[in-house]
């Protein structure tokens, strides 16, 4: 276990994981996951994704960007950042969780904690896809407040973003 995580922490220090080094186990991934989210290693996170979920990071990105560049004084849709979990506070805790396959879909609990206020934590969960590289992240389903009935996910805050 000790090894797991020098050899994570090695990888994360020479720019996160690369697709090479992508998890083996789904609950893998999570960890590598919560890691990078506890750093707030937006870059790690992004090694982390499927193709599909990273290109469109990327657009959102450079759509983000040219917001920016052409109104500077107005904070862009992802002034704070892509919001890769549901509340833009740093948990100096993440913790995988329960992995569920529904539907054809395998999804990871990952807990977000405050350890001085226990209430303050959320749970989100990881959409992963076993690939010929290993895990990885192809959604992440925030939680839903308990006056919402549909749970909003990365992808459609990503495309959601920029409507008119």
């Known amino acids: 276990m000790r090894l797991n995580a020098i050899f994570l922490a090695m990888c994360f220090t020479v720019g996160g994981l690369s ?3 992508a998890a083996q186990t789904a609950t893998e991934l999570a960890k590598a996951f919560c890691q990078t ?3 707030d ?3 790690g996170t992004r090694n982390l994704l499927t193709p599909s979920l990273r290109d469109a990071v990327a657009e959102a990105e450079n759509r983000n960007d040219a917001i920016a560049k ?3 004084d ?3 849709p992802f002034g704070d950042g892509i919001p890769y979990q549901t509340y833009p506070d740093l948990a100096p805790v993440c913790e995988p969780g329960t992995v569920t ?3 054809g879909r395998t999804l990871v609990e990952v807990s977000y904690k405050f350890p001085q206020t226990p209430e303050a934590g959320w749970t989100d969960r990881i959409a992963v896809l076993s690939t010929p590289e290993g895990w990885l992240i ?3 389903l925030y939680e839903a407040p ?5 749970a909003l996910t990365l992808r459609m805050v990503l495309e959601s973003a920029f409507d008119d």
């Open 19 to 21: 697709n090479a080094l």
């Open 37 to 39: 989210r506890v750093e």
């Open 41 to 43: 290693n937006a870059a």
């Open 70 to 72: 052409a109104n500077p």
């Open 74 to 76: 107005d904070k862009p």
């Open 101 to 103: 396959d529904t539907d």
């Open 138 to 140: 192809d959604d992440v």
């Open 146 to 150: 308990a006056d919402q009935t549909e």
